[in-house]
């Protein structure tokens, strides 16, 4: 009902900046809260950073003054800029959105997953 499209991974350099997109499509009454969250090898997912349907912002400490999260509600899009990147920032970067559709029966509200998009920072 609802497909999330991640986009903007790839190889940087260590201090190399990268630009993550996700768009929400579907059958989407609106978008509450929407976030970006890694995963690298065998860790356990992590958030990242997340933006709620006002726009506040909260990030993970190890990302905090070097990436920027943000939202365009008109295209239902979040985005993640990150910049000063480090080897370890490297993981598969997963788009994550609360949205509340229209059922049969009304309305609900439901956790959706893009399928991850892999950022490596290596020289």
């Known amino acids: 009902q609802v497909q999330l499209v991640e986009s903007g991974g790839g190889l940087v350099q260590p201090g190399g900046s990268l630009r993550l997109s996700c768009a929400a499509s579907?059958?989407?009454?609106?978008?509450?809260?929407m976030g970006w969250f890694r995963q690298a090898s065998e860790n356990q997912r992590e958030l990242v950073a997340g933006?709620?349907?006002?726009?506040?912002?909260n990030y993970a400490d190890s990302v905090k003054g070097r990436f920027t999260i943000s939202r365009d509600n008109a295209k239902n899009t979040v985005y993640l800029q990150m910049n000063n990147l480090k080897p370890e920032d490297t993981a598969v970067y997963y788009c994550?959105?609360?949205?509340?559709?229209?059922?049969?029966?009304?309305?609900?509200?439901?956790?959706?997953w893009g399928q991850g998009t892999q950022v490596t920072v290596s020289s």
């Open positions: 994550n959105a609360v949205v509340i559709i229209r059922t049969s029966v009304g309305y609900s509200t439901r956790e959706y």
């Open positions: 579907g059958s989407i009454v609106r978008i509450n809260a």
């Open positions: 933006i709620t349907g006002g726009g506040s912002t």
